[in-house]
């Protein structure tokens, strides 16, 4: 006979009516029978009790009681969204009262509880499966599902033979529900006379299982005189929640042992465990877990069941993984294992502190099953791999029998690497060469202390590209150490290769017999298509000063690849305001181009770029140093180097309209002071901007910048067109290709409105003064 039938002489308890319920579950069916004995004359008395359950109940917190009664309500499937019923009002009530925050994974118990109002957190991934519905009473059962709740025989026969409806799946449905003996026994005695059920499929065990779970022994005999056989339908049975029929299903038919209990029959619950006659407890050690009763749990405890061969992984790890050890122990001595699948190791969540009691402990639990398969992230390879006790622990066990190399480098020191070498992954100096064949963003996972250790005992090639890579992963990493064990011997710091995969068309034409190709000039060695350069400082980030004094005092270059937008070091650099690097850069011969300018963003750094570049360059960029106030001005500082009378009128005109634009007044101020505009000859100056320059002073909200400006425009007599549409067009949007207003609806700006809105009446009066047409 199977180990999974249930022998009725060997049962502890063979009435199930003798259940007695323990001290520790007392509270609980109360609760339960509350839930299932409501009515409208009780429900003020079922309130207050569930108020004082959620209260004084066996969870940590009122939220935890709450969330208990909750999944019992649902379980329960009395409680349906409709605002006239029984069980839905007891939690729209008990919500009201509490304002619980409830946690949960399960669709149904968020669903019922979002219904109620209640505050329910649920898993992102889970929520677009959830349908809203509108809240309101319940509806009326149509015509025919009213017929067999009335279980009126001779209106069923009458609704039959009159309506072309398939009802075979609504009278399955609903015949077991109240249930309708009187229709079933019609139904029966007409064999398969019906035109659209055969008898037939009351007898499937869906349908037989729906008879047992009602409850009505009746019916149940009924169908039995007609051939239904009750084998294996005790969980049914505990569902109806009728002692008779237990008793009568165990005493006659052959059962197998329960595979699930609902948590809304506790008596059936204390029955299997005095019996040992359920094989999976686990919904109930969920609930209970997530509801936080302790208690209860360790009351389970004391029975000593076998293994429990189901799918405990969710709420075992979650005790490790929240430190809940108190539970661990419970689940420990209630018997559970891990399933036969791929599961996170448990002792992931223990890798931050070494407990050799609670390790031995985790262990044991895993051998429980040796077909479980554990899984580690990268992570928890590294964490075990930085510490030398529990990394032995590991290797003892034979949790883990291999680790790769990578793995080893990038975690612990170098005693937890030589431990890990001589039992894990014994050291091969080609896997290592190998490893820095290629520079990539896991090269900069390694320990630098690792690799000067294996450097200094190791014949480590640092040939071709293997030393220049060990170079760039020390300096990227600002280990000085490893950089002058490197350095000292003789790696290089810049490599430079025929790039083969280059193609000049122009070579063709001049292998032709034409012209000789002239050597190309190019701004740095990077730019040429004709190699590859590679420099260890390429796309450096950090900003450790000793780190590139080092590099570049023992023969490196300054002149190396930005990261980023930046082409060059010395650009991202000067946009990260690092102005001691930058300086350094300059020293040992970097360039400053019109994008280190472009990128630099803060004062002291422009002013050092602007030391060290050529008085040309920077005049050709004196625009492009003009930013608005918030932004460091090279401009200003060139001036102070340099005397403004030095830059042509024209160019100083155009860094005015620049000062406008980006709304800078210090500086438009300055170069109006110091522009030199002495008669209308100097018309010839004036950029077409000009025609901007006005109402831009009067946007910037500057009376002093107007004055300067009505000023010059009068002394060049450019004043005198300067409201002319057609002229002021051009002017406008000389510089603006995308332009699509047409000249002959161009309108002269309303300065004087311009100036109310900035209610500036200094600015006014400088318009007035100058004629301004309003």
């Not at 155009?654 to 109006?672: D, P, Q």
């Not at 002495?678 to 320059?693: C, K, V």
Request: hydrophobic share 35%.
């Amino acid at each position: 006979m199977s180990e999974n039938i249930i022998v009725y002489d060997n049962l502890k308890i063979k009435n199930f009516g003798e259940v007695v319920i323990p001290q520790a579950l007392e509270l609980l069916l109360q609760v339960e029978d509350h839930y299932f004995n409501l009515n409208q004359e009780k429900f003020e008395d079922s309130i207050n009790f569930f108020k004082k359950f959620i209260t004084d109940g066996p969870g940590e917190t009122q939220n935890d009681n709450f969330k208990y009664l909750l999944e019992l309500f649902v379980n329960g499937k009395l409680m349906q969204s409709h605002t006239d019923n029984l069980h839905f009002n007891i939690i729209q009530t008990l919500r009201q009262i509490f304002k619980p925050l409830i946690r949960s994974d399960d669709i149904l118990i968020y669903s019922k509880a979002s219904d109620a109002g209640i505050d329910v957190s649920i898993p992102y991934e889970l929520r677009e499966s959830i349908i809203k519905q509108e809240i309101g009473p319940k509806r009326k059962p149509d015509e025919f599902t009213q017929l067999i709740y009335d279980d009126n025989v001779s209106k069923f026969q009458q609704y039959i033979e009159t309506h072309n409806y398939d009802y075979s799946y609504t009278l399955k449905r609903r015949i077991f529900k109240k249930p309708s003996l009187n229709i079933l026994k019609f139904i029966l005695i007409s064999g398969n006379s019906l035109e659209k059920f055969n008898k037939s499929e009351l007898f499937e065990k869906s349908n037989l299982s729906k008879a047992v779970s009602s409850g009505h022994i009746e019916l149940i005999r009924l169908l039995e005189q007609n051939g239904a056989n009750y084998n294996n339908f005790l969980s049914d049975a505990f569902k109806s929640r009728n002692y008779e029929l237990i008793n009568w299903i165990l005493e006659n038919y052959q059962q197998e042992k329960v595979k699930k209990i609902n948590i809304s029959n506790l008596r059936s619950l204390i029955f299997c465990l005095e019996n040992n006659i359920c094989t999976n407890y686990y919904n109930f050690y969920k609930i209970f877990y997530e509801s936080k009763f302790k208690s209860i749990l360790e009351f389970l405890a004391t029975y000593k069941l076998d293994f429990q061969q189901i799918d405990s992984s969710e709420i075992v790890l979650d005790t490790l993984k929240n430190k809940r050890f108190d539970y661990f122990n419970i689940f420990y001595d209630l018997g559970l294992i891990f399933p036969d699948r791929f599961v996170t190791q448990p002792l992931t969540y223990l890798v931050e502190n070494y407990d050799p009691e609670l390790y031995e402990k985790v262990y044991q639990f895993i051998q429980r099953n040796p077909s479980t398969r554990f899984t580690f992230s990268r992570k928890t390879i590294q964490e075990i791999l930085s510490n030398l006790e529990i990394l032995t622990f590991f290797v003892e066990k034979k949790l883990i029998t291999d680790i790769g190399l990578r793995e080893i480098l990038s975690s612990g020191g170098i005693e937890e690497m030589n431990y890990a070498f001589s039992h894990l992954h014994a050291f091969d100096v080609n896997e290592f060469n190998s490893l820095f064949s290629f520079f990539d963003q896991f090269t900069l996972l390694f320990k630098p202390e690792l690799i000067k250790y294996i450097l200094e005992n190791n014949s480590v090639s640092l040939e071709k590209n293997n030393g220049f890579n060990l170079m760039k992963f020390a300096f990227s990493s600002e280990n000085i150490d490893l950089m002058n064990c490197l350095l000292d011997k003789g790696v290089k710091l810049v490599i430079k290769e025929e790039n083969k995969d280059f193609y000049n068309p122009r070579t063709v034409y001049i292998h032709l017999g034409d012209e000789k190709d002239e050597d190309e000039v190019y701004d740095e060695d990077f730019d040429d298509l004709r190699l590859k350069v590679y420099n260890v400082l390429d796309g450096a980030t950090h900003n450790n000063l000793e780190a590139y004094k080092l590099i570049l005092e023992r023969g490196g270059k300054a002149i190396a690849k930005g990261s980023g937008k930046c082409k060059t070091l010395l650009d991202y650099h000067a946009s990260k305001g690092n102005t001691e690097i930058v300086k350094l850069l300059l020293e040992h011969g970097t360039k400053v181009t019109k994008y280190s300018f472009n990128h630099c963003k803060d004062s002291k750094t422009m002013n050092c770029l602007i030391e060290n570049s050529e008085k040309e360059q920077i005049e050709d960029l004196l625009e492009e140093l003009i930013e608005d106030d918030k932004k460091p001005s090279g401009f200003l500082y060139f001036t102070k180097k340099y005397p403004i009378k030095e830059i042509s009128l024209y160019k100083l005109l155009k860094c005015l309209t620049k000062a406008l634009k980006v709304k800078n007044e210090a500086i438009c101020i300055y170069i109006l002071n110091n522009a030199v505009i002495q008669d209308e000859e100097d018309i010839d100056s004036m950029p077409d901007e000009a025609y901007s320059w006005l109402i831009r002073a009067v946007d910037i909200n500057s009376s002093f910048c107007v004055k300067l400006i009505l000023a010059a425009l009068k002394t060049t007599r450019y004043l005198d067109g300067y409201f002319d549409p057609e002229e002021a067009y051009c002017g406008f949007y000389s510089d603006n290709e995308d332009n699509d207003i047409e000249p002959a609806s161009f309108v002269i700006p309303d300065y004087f409105l311009h100036a109310a809105k900035m209610n500036n009446t200094e600015i006014v009066k400088e318009l007035i003064k100058y004629e301004v047409p309003s």
